[in-house]
């Protein structure tokens, strides 16, 4: 399967985006999604997560409140809404699925992901 990711850009603290994780090659519905981030010198950080039917989630405490993540298995996409965005958002985001369908506990591991898309990178300013 092959991600893509798209969405990102410049806002100021505050603001709001949506990023958006397409997939081709194979479809969502049956994969747990979750999305990482990765800022500059630092390593790839967990930041959300959706179950392969979308009922459950999970949230790094840094978004908690703040992003939003969900799925549309009939678009095969999964989104991530960001709002409050703070300097510290500021990274390249990436979707990716996990290493088997339908499991059903939701991972915060990069090495449970197994198909990764391009990022797209989101800039804070104050």
């Known amino acids: 399967v092959q991600l893509q990711a798209s969405g990102g850009g410049s806002v100021q603290v505050g603001g709001s985006l949506r990023l958006s994780c397409a997939a081709s090659?194979?479809?969502?519905?049956?994969?747990?999604m979750g999305w990482f981030r990765q800022a500059p010198g630092k390593e790839r950080e967990f930041v959300a997560a959706?179950?392969?039917?979308?009922?459950?989630?999970y949230y790094a405490n840094s978004v908690k409140g703040r992003f939003t993540i969900s799925k549309d298995n009939a678009k095969n996409t999964v989104d991530l809404q960001m709002n409050s965005l703070k300097p510290e958002d500021t990274a390249v985001y990436s979707c990716?699925?996990?290493?088997?369908?339908?499991?059903?506990?939701?991972?915060?591991?990069?090495?449970?992901?197994?198909?990764w898309g391009q990022g797209t990178l989101v800039t804070v300013s104050s």
């Open positions: 090659g194979r479809t969502l519905s049956n994969y747990a």
């Open positions: 959706i179950s392969w039917t979308g009922d459950n989630t």
């Open positions: 990716a699925a996990d290493r088997a369908p339908y499991r059903t506990n939701l991972m915060s591991r990069p090495n449970e992901y197994r198909y």
